[in-house]
């Protein structure tokens, strides 16, 4: 955020081409026996985990990591949307929530977001936008605990909702985070934003995400935020006919035919522009990069800058 050009400082941030990491706190899943997989797997697997843990956690492991870089690596190289599945772990009498993805995490989500307040001390200019949802078995006590732990952690940088979200604005004020929750709740709460949504294809393969991106797009976009997923979903007919590959061997097969429909979007108040752009393994390409890139497109439309009102 702190190097996109001057002309995009008044830009609403719903306007700019933003990188999103999705599901993206797997990089720390449980290998070992103290974690079942999770609730939402179906019920088979869930039997073959308990009895044959050996054989199926390798295979539920390489199916269930989105991202090898951690959340630090993740804000280093640039992503500025956040993710975050939260889950009460069975059977667990502490009040400690972690992340899922076929398996729940090592790390709790107390101890991650700790590391994004302390990323963002030192990066004072950068915003960040956190979203929680998919909340699995978590009650109302868990929920409460759970925003109270963001508001401890993030206090003053809570951008509430009423605030215009341009950069000179939360620059000027001192908000970096944007905590959009997907839970009733959310309404108790000013510094707390309502659920961004996501397009999800739920698909396997790269043609058949972006023709159901560009139909989504005839319908325009929504009005705030939302994310675009290009994120690949396997089914069980895909990983069946290959067992010898992972998530992160399809994500990365496809990821040229999926830039290069990227590369061709743009950002902006068009009822055909992206906004947030989410993915799979983000580190690990060009994917950052060219979600950034697309900022370029809305230069040439804005007003000159005036350096004297920067911060």
């Not at 609403?12 to 720390?28: D, E, K, M, Q, V």
């Not at 039997?47 to 199926?56: F, G």
């Not at 906004?275 to 697309?294: K, W």
């Amino acid at each position: 955020m702190n190097h996109q050009p001057c002309a995009l400082w008044d830009v609403p941030l719903r306007n700019l081409a933003i990188p999103g990491s999705h599901n993206a706190i797997t990089y720390c899943l449980d290998k070992s026996d103290r974690s079942p997989v999770d609730l939402t797997q179906p019920d088979l697997l869930q039997k073959l985990d308990k009895y044959m843990k050996p054989l199926i956690r390798p295979f539920v492991y390489k199916w269930a990591v989105t991202q090898e870089a951690t959340v630090k690596e993740q804000l280093d190289c640039g992503v500025r949307y956040l993710d975050l599945r939260i889950a009460h772990r069975p059977n667990d009498t502490s009040t400690d929530l972690y992340f899922y993805h076929g398996v729940y995490t090592t790390l709790t989500v107390e101890t991650v977001l700790q590391e994004i307040r302390s990323w963002l001390d030192v990066h004072s200019r950068e915003v960040v936008l956190l979203s929680f949802s998919h909340f699995l078995d978590l009650n109302q006590d868990l929920h409460t605990g759970l925003i109270s732990t963001i508001r401890t952690i993030f206090t003053a940088k809570l951008c509430p909702t009423t605030e215009v979200v341009t950069l000179r604005n939360l620059w000027s004020l001192g908000y970096q985070v944007i905590v959009s929750y997907e839970h009733s709740m959310v309404s108790l709460y000013s510094d707390l934003w309502p659920h961004i949504p996501y397009w999800w294809a739920n698909k396997c393969k790269a043609e058949a995400l972006i023709e159901e991106f560009e139909h989504r797009k005839q319908h325009g976009r929504p009005g705030g935020f939302f994310v675009t997923g290009i994120n690949l979903t396997e089914d069980l007919q895909y990983i069946c006919s290959h067992p010898t590959e992972s998530l992160k061997d399809l994500v990365m097969s496809t990821y040229p035919a999926l830039l290069s429909w990227v590369r061709g979007q743009s950002p902006g108040s068009d009822s055909r522009s992206l906004n947030i752009i989410a993915g799979d393994f983000v580190s690990e390409s060009h994917f950052v990069p060219t979600v950034i890139a697309l900022n370029q497109h809305l230069v040439h439309y804005t007003g000159p800058c005036d350096v004297s009102r920067g911060n």
